[in-house]
């Protein structure tokens, strides 16, 4: 009745899809060189030519200068931002105008613009991407020279590669994302890429899409103020660090002046640097490590990084789909319901009375007519029946059985991989994101497997609804009245 399925991402990201699984996938070969998490110090003090390129343009276009207090390092994730002198807590490192940042607004304001109109917001930024990236004289070429091929996102990974998440959620999840990636781009090149071949003269492909599609997962800010997709030059250099625990005034729009109105992008840091350090913010508090390999190529080893999602549905062969559902609906609840489950954390409060209601059927049936509707979730907030409650321990005990049957490793394989150390980064990734998922299905099948053994100490409705009558005794013993 309850089935275990695949993680649908709930991913905070700016763009929203469907995930399904691609029997096909394009493989892209990331010859990218490998990330590491941890870096606190600038590694080169001279920048390649290309970044010492994209720092002049800058400098020529008055965006920074001799006084700004950061500058392009290269650092071992790749490219950050280094302190060029001490920075106090909330201070601006770096204001960015909005001429330069790269949007919808930018996109309609472009050569293309006439052609994108009816594009998605992503889909219209990814082209012009690719279509400045391949010109030979675009005004962007020194921001585009900088920015990477590939990351380590699961996305970019090979066959080979993928092999190595085999039964987790992020597996799933990662082919959903590329068949959305060529289904999105087998429409746009037949709708607008070939139509108008004067305004693409020269081929635009699947990898080309996909490489835009992950620019923009990895670098775009979104919660901005009337901006949800838009990619700051300079400003998307600030690499993430997982000792930062706040989100808070890392970035803001602002006004350029009393007498402007032009907008600024201003770039705090969130903590005090020293100069020669790098400049670090937290990217985001709620991805779980496979959401952060998905979107970024690395992960965290914070236990609560570690998640798997139960997804939960009331089946429309159930005689009772109706009143199922309008219960459900009433409690801000679907006919499927997805719950977050975070390592070391309380299962989602909903998730129990959703189990019950899905479950609920026989003798327990009487509870979904009308009379209780107005009162049903409080009562299925507590065990409802000896039957119903053992029902869903076993359900979700043999899903979850199903689902660690799915790896190819077991945990402690897994933990011996990281302590013998040394793992590229994707297996690192690999290695980290299915340990986890494991250790949150072992958690979830503890928690049902305990509360089965505890069926025969639990109070169920009929119980409860005896002793508010007062016809049952605080031991469960029925209370004769004797008759005068």
């Given at each position: 009745m309850a089935t275990l399925f695949t993680l649908v991402s709930s991913s905070s990201s700016v763009f929203f899809f469907p995930i399904k699984t691609l029997k096909n996938p394009p493989i892209i070969h990331s010859r990218r060189p490998p990330f590491s998490l941890t870096c606190l110090r600038s590694l080169e003090t001279n920048p390649p030519p290309p970044v010492q390129t994209f720092w002049k343009w800058l400098s020529d276009q008055g965006v920074v200068s001799s006084k700004t207090p950061v500058k392009p390092g290269i650092v071992l994730e790749g490219l950050g931002l280094v302190a060029q002198r001490n920075i106090a807590r909330n201070e601006a490192?770096?204001?960015?105008?909005?001429?330069?940042?790269?949007?919808p607004d930018a996109v309609a304001a472009s050569e293309i613009g006439s052609v994108c109109g009816g594009l998605k917001p992503w889909v219209s930024v990814a082209l012009f991407l690719i279509r400045e990236r391949l010109r030979d004289e675009s005004p962007w070429r020194s921001y585009?020279?900088?920015?990477?091929?590939y990351t380590d996102s699961t996305i970019y990974w090979s066959e080979e590669e993928l092999v190595e998440i085999?039964?987790?959620?992020?597996?799933?999840?990662t082919l959903g994302v590329k068949e959305y990636v060529q289904s999105e781009f087998l429409k746009v090149e037949e709708e607008v890429i070939l139509p108008h071949s004067q305004l693409f003269p020269f081929p635009v492909t699947l990898d080309d899409f996909l490489w835009a599609f992950g620019i923009l997962r990895s670098r775009a800010f979104s919660r901005l103020r009337g901006q949800n997709l838009v990619l700051i030059p300079l400003a998307d250099l600030i690499n993430h660090s997982p000792s930062i625990t706040t989100e808070e005034y890392a970035w803001e729009i602002k006004g350029a002046g009393l007498f402007s109105r032009d907008q600024l992008f201003s770039l705090r840091t969130p903590v005090s640097v020293k100069a020669g350090?790098?400049?670090?913010i937290q990217y985001d508090l709620d991805k779980s490590n496979a959401e952060l390999a998905l979107d970024y190529g690395f992960i965290e080893s914070r236990p609560n990084r570690n998640s798997y999602?139960?997804?939960?549905?009331i089946s429309e062969s159930d005689p009772f789909f109706g009143d199922k559902l309008d219960i459900a609906e009433s409690n801000g609840l679907s006919e499927i319901a997805y719950f977050d489950i975070v390592l070391g954390q309380p299962l989602p409060a909903a998730m129990l009375p959703y189990l019950r209601l899905v479950a609920l059927g026989g003798t327990d049936a009487f509870l979904l007519e009308s009379i209780f509707r107005n009162t049903i979730w409080g009562h299925l907030e507590l065990p409802v029946s000896r039957a119903n409650e053992e029902l869903i321990c076993q359900v979700v005990q043999d899903a979850c059985k199903s689902a660690l049957s799915g790896y190819l490793t077991t945990i402690e394989e897994d933990e011996k991989l990281k302590e013998e150390?040394?793992?590229h980064p994707r297996l690192?990734?690999?290695?980290?994101?299915?340990?986890?998922e494991k250790k949150v299905l072992q958690q979830i099948d503890g928690i049902f497997r305990e509360r089965e053994r505890e069926l025969d100490q639990l109070e169920y409705y009929q119980e409860r609804r005896l002793k508010d009558l007062g016809l049952c005794g605080e031991q469960g013993?029925?209370?004769?009245?004797?008759?005068?």
């Open positions: 490192v770096l204001e960015v105008p909005k001429r330069f940042w790269i949007n585009l020279d900088i920015l990477p091929e085999q039964g987790t959620q992020l597996l799933n999840t350090e790098q400049v670090l999602t139960l997804t939960l549905e150390g040394n793992l690192k990734i690999a290695v980290g994101v299915r340990a986890g013993e029925i209370i004769f009245w004797e008759s005068k």
